[in-house]
């Protein structure tokens, strides 16, 4: 699912297309190379969705499409592994791109791992424990359908009534929106009695929605092949920010021991949930850079260069989503464009 882009990135992009201006700054801008992150990899899905879930999305053919692009243009495709490498060393002889995919969807799996084997190229998988173990639901896809199904919903939490119309796109956005942001500023302890005030009497069962998520199994299979990497991302899911230093800590090296246990090798990179500076401080990144982790990413539009080797706790990654699935935009970022008009002149983008 594809949104128009701003007037402003329409024109740049459109500018850059015909003029490929963009292209002479990459020696300057480009750096080293860029760590992607995206999420899910699957066909359209046919009739209306909500945003913030589409967005996630993209097709196999424009996954396929983003590899051959940067192979066309001489990027080496690496592990996170090969990144930490080339760090270190403090340059690297070819521009190099690496593909991460948060979370722990089934198409990881199912769909994704079937075009790197073909492709034979690595990528890597930050798993968050909760989904193969079931602790985590994925209520971001149930809150879709309701809004989707139901007009209005409505339920009562904490002594509240909540009640939103969802008769139209515009309302069904709307609501979503107002109910994810309740859902996600509920403290971790009462999380599921929230989720049961929402959802009572629906329809909408949390098992349901299983076959979305990976199981210790298909991990299992995933970690077996040499061109993919299992990282951590925590257990839960949480806004670290929002939690106490020991809880950070707890939720950090947990998911790192339990897939150790599952996959029988070492866990060497994490990424933080959500990872944007909102919910990635200079204390998360202290934390979990006493991990002992050989990286650990945000998400944050930056490329990759040599003074990311005194900030290997925190290094950017470039998200690509299904809103705009268009690689005159990934050129931009590629060159580091988009990172420039967003950083300013900081070329070491870190927190």
Not at 44 to 70: C, V, W
Not at 73 to 84: A, E, F, K, M
Not at 157 to 184: K, N, T, V
Not at 240 to 268: N, T
Request: glycine share 8%; hydrophobic share 40%.
């Amino acid at each position: 699912m594809t949104n128009p882009m701003p007037r402003g990135l329409r024109l740049l992009t459109a500018f850059c297309r015909l003029t490929g201006l963009h292209r002479t700054l990459c020696p300057l801008l480009g750096g080293m190379g860029l760590i992607l992150v995206l999420h899910r990899v699957l066909p359209p899905s046919p009739g209306p969705r909500i945003m913030a879930n589409a967005r996630i999305e993209i097709t196999p053919d424009f996954l396929e499409q983003l590899i051959l692009f940067f192979r066309g243009r001489g990027y080496d495709i690496v592990s996170l592994d090969q990144v930490h490498d080339r760090i270190c060393r403090g340059s690297s002889e070819t521009p190099f791109v690496c593909f991460t995919f948060d979370d722990g969807y089934a198409d990881a799996l199912e769909v994704i791992h079937p075009v790197f084997r073909r492709q034979q190229a690595p990528f890597a998988v930050y798993l968050i424990t909760g989904f193969p173990d079931r602790l985590l639901i994925p209520w971001w896809y149930m809150l879709e359908d309701l809004v989707l199904r139901r007009d209005p919903v409505c339920f009562t939490w904490q002594g509240r009534e909540y009640c939103y119309p969802c008769s139209d796109a515009d309302q069904r956005e709307q609501a979503y929106a107002a109910i994810r942001q309740l859902i996600l500023a509920t403290p971790a302890g009462e999380l599921d009695g929230c989720l049961e005030a929402i959802f009572a009497g629906t329809g909408i069962r949390s098992g349901d929605y299983d076959h979305l998520l990976l199981t210790w199994d298909m991990v299992r299979r995933l970690a077996a092949d040499p061109l993919v990497t299992i990282g951590a991302h925590t257990v839960h899911h949480f806004n670290l920010r929002e939690l106490p230093p020991d809880m950070v800590r707890r939720e950090i090296l947990a998911s790192r021991q339990v897939i150790e246990e599952h996959i029988g090798g070492p866990v060497r990179h994490f990424a933080y949930p959500f990872g944007s500076p909102a919910e990635v401080g200079r204390r998360e990144v202290e934390i979990a850079g006493q991990c002992g982790f050989a990286t650990c990413t945000m998400v944050k539009e930056g490329t990759i260069v040599a003074g990311h080797r005194d900030h290997l706790a925190a290094l950017p990654r470039v998200e690509v989503t299904g809103r705009y699935q268009d690689l005159t935009l990934v050129d931009l970022r590629r060159c580091g464009v988009l990172s420039l008009l967003r950083n300013g002149l900081q070329r070491v983008v870190t927190l």
